[in-house]
């Protein structure tokens, strides 16, 4: 993956949500269950006085447990967190609402990849990362993870799983998303928005991608996504024109929400496949140095298998 600023644009994007974890359909706020267990037993192995670094953080989920956990416990933890995308703590705070007193104990850095993190040698005492490490470059990460790991620390982190069925529902999503590439709708939607397009030529040519897209929405097998598009923009031709023409700018915001999408979607495909296919995927972190010492699957409500957790050491 490219470390450029604008290849992670549609993250970027995604965070000024507010959104706290990258699966909000299990979870509304953040991470809760069997998953705050996980992180919170990691937490209980640490001092009272410890350094801990939150690598692909997001929205900092895990720094925000973190943050938590030393303050409910009276630690005094020095706690960074890092992503390669731009955090917003002002956007988080308004999510998290009374607990917002925690980013105070985080020092979040947006437009930080982890291939070359600005910080000491033997830094910190935990690394910890959810859902992040497998996007990196790996070669690059495991060797900087590692520099600034201080001896006998830990790296822990959990990552997707090798699940196929996970791997063919987001594959299937994919697809739709092509189908709407090549009617070309998005594009035409963001020309008529820029008054490039007349109001009466884009009526005209929005029908048949809108056809297209409904044909394709009843294809065995086909994701929500190109009926909740048809749907939204088939209203634009329904409303009078003054009226659509109020919704210019809604509607070029809409086509750049799903372009972000597509372009998440097929980030989290790749890796998740790169992940399903190579056993060996975190060889990496051996060649830095590091020690494997524990290593299992992710289990939220005693059933929805959300990933596998590694943890190795210094």
Known sequence: MSNSTASHDHWSDYWSSGALTSLPQDFAANYDGEVAEFWNTRFSELDEKV???DVCTGNGPIALL???YA?????????DAVDAARPDPMVIAQRIGADAELLERIRFQGETAIELLPFETDAFDLIT???GLEYADLEQAAGELARVLSPGGTLVFVHHAAD????????????DYRTLSE?????MVRSWANGQLADPDFSKRLESPLR?????ARRPGASPLLVQVAQSFGSLLQMPMNLRRQQKSAAAEFARQLSSGQSRLEDMLRVNRMVAGSEDWTKPFEKA??????QGEMIYRGQHQMGGYQIWSR
């Open 164 to 175: 196929s069925e996970m791997i063919r529902t987001m594959a299937a999503e994919a697809e």
């Open 212 to 216: 297209r897209l409904m044909q394709q």
């Open 51 to 53: 350094s801990v670094l």
């Open 129 to 131: 990362s959810q859902y």
């Open 66 to 68: 973190a943050a938590r």
């Open 183 to 187: 009617t070309g709708l998005l594009k």
């Open 71 to 79: 303050r409910d416990h009276g630690a005094s933890w020095s706690i």
């Open 289 to 294: 140095g590091l020690k494997r010492t524990d």
